[in-house]
């Protein structure tokens, strides 16, 4: 079995982030980055499929020649092999899930794993769409995972508790929070990781135009809460709340 497994690079959601003076986008001057959490859960799926079933692991990445690092770390992980997509600048969602499809048709894989959303922008799109555009099932925050031949068995969570859904594959599969608990890599691994396929590629070879269709006019932070203060008795909380806060 061939999965395909994404590894966006993101900013480390530990970290505070700043916006530029001018609104222009984040000041990445004094971020640090790692793999999407999302989707360092789906690589670890991958692998635990890969080891179960056997096949192989291919880990894909898309942006500057910095996220060959986020690519190396899901090889280093025990993906087979690595497809770095170079692209400079700023790609929306339905970018990402068309150079996604053009890589899929190349390397035809079984079973394509996405985190369910990336942490810097949050969009929760890119599996949604890569399903339409391929014409693929999809199983979105999948929080268990079982592939039994030409299906996988998807549980994920719902308000009203688990929903199960049947995927046949060739199939998409958005990786949720409590899927799995990722592996660390131990340093052999991290040494072999250095000498594994890396493939280098770009839209124009793909036939893919990356123009965005989503464009970021400004950026500012959120507005400062204000403090509370005490009230004297019901009718002023009442007052209060009808004609400052305007919530009753």
């Not at 061939?2 to 609104?23: N, Q």
Request: charged share 30%.
């Amino acid at each position: 079995m061939k999965i395909l497994v994404t590894a966006k690079r993101v900013t480390d959601p530990d970290m505070k982030i700043k916006i530029k003076e001018d609104g222009s986008g984040i000041d990445l001057s004094s971020m640090s980055f790692k793999v999407n959490p999302f989707d360092e859960i789906a690589i670890e799926e991958a692998l635990r499929i890969k080891e179960d079933k056997g096949g192989e692991v291919v880990v894909v990445g898309i942006g500057s020649d910095k996220a060959q690092t986020e690519i190396r770390y899901g090889l280093s992980m025990g993906a087979d092999r690595g497809i770095h997509v170079q692209v400079g600048g700023y790609m929306d969602s339905d970018a990402i899930a068309q150079i996604l499809q053009a890589v899929i048709k190349t390397e035809q894989p079984d079973l394509v794993l996405l985190g369910k959303q990336a942490v810097d922008d949050d969009n929760n799109q890119v599996s949604q769409l890569l399903a339409e555009y391929l014409g693929w099932g999809q199983a979105c925050f999948a929080s268990k995972i079982d592939v039994n031949e030409n299906k996988a068995i998807v549980e994920r969570e719902v308000d009203g508790g688990i929903e199960v859904l049947e995927v046949d594959l060739p199939g998409i599969i958005s990786a949720d929070l409590r899927l799995n608990e990722p592996r660390y890599p131990a340093l052999p691994a991290i040494m072999k990781a250095r000498k594994k396929e890396l493939k280098k590629m770009n839209p124009k070879e793909l036939g893919v135009d990356v123009l965005p269709k989503v464009i970021i006019k400004k950026m500012a932070e959120p507005a400062q809460r204000q403090g509370g203060r005490i009230v004297e008795d019901v009718a002023e909380l009442i007052r209060c709340l009808k004609e400052e806060a305007k919530i009753l």
